[in-house]
């Protein structure tokens, strides 16, 4: 492949492991071609955007078959995953992180959840949904013996600004963050914020005119 | 105004929420004015996409002060809000659910969240997490009598396509989909997918090659 992955808009990204989440519930089915324009409606997108995404891969459709799924899946497989897997850990143990842990493990993706971290003594040294879960003092000990590099930030917000701090002196190079507390992380660090709030006004923008 | 609110995109609007929570935090700052490299710095775009997000809704700044802060977040209120406010409902109280409820009711938001909804019978006719939580047999009851137009599915896979088919027949307009399954619902519903894994894919993408 002749492709520039660092040129890959990351919405193209976001919307590459969509197809494949997606294509991989097709996959074991008698069809194995899809069209763009039934990707596309699968996933509330127009079929240009898929197209475009496709071609900037390095994909274009038979025009009579459209895609191949099999094939599709693993291009973007090469593409997206990381050889050997990433390593998470979820920082903040409480009911968001207990739901995003579980989460992940009922999904199939090539990352390894190997640790939570927690304040709370309570949680700690035991398995939490099936993960263990380490003091937050042993984080950046942890965190190098078990080669993490991506955290999810599901803490107070009190806290985070000090656990980023920490993570991000440990090495920590991505970071998902859920406590709606603006970070300014270097740039080597790779955040992506998830804010419910403003999914909430984007919808409630879109339904206020009544029918 | 002589905006067309229709027209706004919704990343659009899911920014021009984000400057709003952002501007809020500085509005009681004796600096009051702010310039769009330090909105685009703080939350990680670019000048230009800031510029062309206020333009959209017909605010320049000045030059040599940048955009009054007050009087930005009174115009983006006056265009995202809806008069009233929209009654939002959680549909299932297990630990996510728990935690947007948490979340929700934590940060400043025009939504009134009114109800959640569960199967478990330990959970309903009580509060959970300050809300009034009812067993899921009497949703759509529940969602007229108390004009529930936005539901947040927080629901186990395997019961949200029976539970979005009775809230779409009792007039829901605005859903946010938490479960990772594909919904197909009528156009006049507006709904929002979050799913962890693309997040997270994509931040494993952007950090695969070693600095």
């Known amino acids: 492949m002749s492709i520039d992955r660092k040129k890959l808009p990351p919405r193209t990204v976001e919307r590459l492991s969509k197809y494949r989440r997606l294509l991989s519930k097709y996959s074991h089915n008698e069809e194995h071609f899809i069209f763009s324009h039934d990707l596309a409606r699968l996933l509330n997108l127009t079929s240009v955007q898929v197209r475009r995404d496709l071609m900037l891969i390095g994909v274009s459709g038979n025009h009579r078959k459209g895609y191949n799924v099999k094939k599709l899946i693993t291009l973007i497989s090469e593409i997206i995953d990381a050889e050997s897997g990433h390593n998470l850990a979820i920082v903040g143990m409480g009911n968001l992180g207990r739901a995003v842990t579980a989460f992940i493990r009922k999904n199939e993706t090539k990352m390894n959840l190997v640790a939570g971290f927690d304040i709370d003594s309570n949680k700690t040294d035991k398995e ?40 991000v002196e440990t090495g920590i190079r991505g970071l998902l963050n859920f406590t709606s507390v603006h970070l300014d992380v270097p740039e080597h660090v790779y955040l992506k914020n998830y804010d419910i709030i403003t999914s909430l006004e984007e919808i409630g923008f879109f339904i206020k005119e009544p029918l």
Do not use: F, N, Q, Y
């Not at 000990?141 to 009190?158: C, G, M, Q, W």
């Open 128 to 167: 939490i949904a099936g993960v263990p879960c380490h003091h937050i003092s042993s984080m950046a000990e942890k965190i190098r013996e078990l080669e993490i590099d991506i955290a999810v930030l599901t803490i107070s917000p009190d806290a985070v600004l000090d656990v980023v701090k920490l993570l």
